[in-house]
Every structure is written in structure tokens, then in C-alpha cells.
């Protein structure tokens, strides 16, 4: 079963505005949420990520929301730019494991 | 800084034929390596992963198989490809010791089309 799920599958903002990707999974033990970007043809590269010790995590335009209890969070990327076009994988393991489970992406168009 | 590389960047292979593909890590000593497969707009399956030299755990069977026989190098083969096989290869890595030890970081990938 899918154990990381991702909404909505395909997402597209206007420059400027605040796109919202979510993300749910279903193993509490999960403690390690990174979000990785890619470009087509590129590898995933690692965007932000966030510990199930704390409930936000910023960088810059990229903000994580972490909620424990619901098993749920969510990435804000502000000020959306063309350049942030690109797949949003959010990925999720527990414990140090060398297990890193993937959802099934959301695909961003940033419009100008 | 950390430098991966993967090769060869893509293949063009018949059903049937053997695969080899490479990964390698430089910048960092004892790494723990992964293999990844990502059908064409999917997600990402993880295939293989090594903490150490000679050993290789699988995470799932599509009839591929690993080896580490460096420190810095990782192998991804098969015998005999199937039509299933095609797909974007990604070898990661993540520090074997120290903080942040689960954080992974991928490579460019090698693009593998069966037919």
C-alpha cells in the first residue's frame, strides 16, 4: 500500500502567489519528512526537511507545516517564480533507517 | 564537497541482454549508497542500499542485483533486462556516521530505455 500520499497530483500558480503541496503518510513511526525537487532529465535534490520533533521548518521562500497528530504536513512555497516549475517529491523514513519511502510527486507549473 | 557520478548518463538495450550500471562518491568516505528506479512520471522506488563495502541489502525483486566492491562504488546489473526495466536509474548516498545520517543525496541518473 501506498504508504506516502501527495495532493494534488498536478498543481499550477500564477508568479507571485502561494502554492500549496500536501502530504500525508501512514506509519507514525515516520520521524524524518525531506522534500526533494526535480527538474526533467535531473535527479531529485534536496529542498527542505523537517524532524517530527518540531511543527514548521523555513528556508528562505519554502516552509514546512508539520502536523503529528494528523499525520499530515505541507510545503508553502511564497512568491512563486517560472523557475520553481518543476516535480515535488515528499519522502519520508524512521529512525535513521536507510528506508526512504516516496510519494507520488506533484507536478508544479508556476505561470507568468 | 561531495561529487556524484553515474554512468553511462542513458542506454538503449534489447530484452535479454546484460546491464551494468555505476555509481560513484567522492568527498566521502564510508558513505551508505542506494539505488533508486523512477518509471517516467512516477515515484521513486528504492532497489538496493550498502552501509559497507561487500554488503548489499535489497528493498524489492525486479530481477536486478547490486554490488559494492569499493567503497566509493556501487554497481547495479542484471543478466537478462526485461521491457519492465526501462526507466531513470538514481544512485543516492547519505553519511554513514555522524548527524543527519538518513539525509540522502541523489546523482544525475541513467536513463534506460528496453526494447
Known amino acids: 500500500q501506498q504508504q506516502v500520499r501527495q495532493s494534488p497530483q498536478s498543481l499550477t500558480v500564477w508568479e507571485g502567489e502561494t502554492a500549496i503541496l500536501n502530504c500525508s503518510y501512514e506509519n507514525s513511526a515516520f520521524d524524518y519528512f525531506p522534500w526533494y525537487q526535480q527538474f526533467p532529465g535531473e535527479g531529485p535534490a534536496l529542498l527542505i526537511a523537517i524532524r517530527s520533533v518540531s511543527d514548521k521548518k523555513e528556508d528562505g521562500r519554502f516552509t514546512i507545516f508539520f502536523n503529528k497528530r494528523e499525520k499530515k504536513l505541507s510545503l508553502h512555497i511564497t512568491d512563486s517564480q517560472p523557475g520553481d516549475s518543476a516535480t515535488y517529491f515528499c519522502a519520508a523514513s524512521q529512525g535513521g533507517s536507510a528506508k526512504l519511502i516516496f510519494g507520488e510527486g506533484t507536478k508544479l507549473t508556476v505561470s507568468s | 564537497a561531495q561529487t556524484i557520478h553515474q554512468w553511462p548518463v542513458a542506454e538503449i538495450k534489447a530484452v535479454g541482454s546484460p546491464l551494468s550500471l555505476g555509481c560513484t562518491i567522492k568527498g566521502k568516505s564510508s558513505p551508505n549508497l542506494y539505488w533508486y528506479w523512477q518509471a517516467t512520471g512516477g515515484t521513486l522506488q528504492q532497489l538496493f542500499y550498502s552501509i559497507t563495502v561487500g554488503q548489499v541489502e535489497s528493498v524489492v525483486q525486479l530481477n536486478l542485483s547490486a554490488s559494492r566492491p569499493k567503497d566509493d562504488q556501487f554497481i547495479l546489473s542484471t543478466e537478462k533486462l526485461l521491457l519492465s526495466h526501462s526507466g531513470f536509474y538514481l544512485c543516492?548516498?547519505?553519511?554513514?556516521?555522524?548527524?543527519?545520517?538518513?539525509?540522502?543525496?541523489f546523482g544525475p541518473g541513467t536513463r534506460l530505455l528496453v526494447l
Open positions: 543516492a548516498w547519505s553519511p554513514g556516521t555522524g548527524g543527519a545520517q538518513d539525509t540522502q543525496y
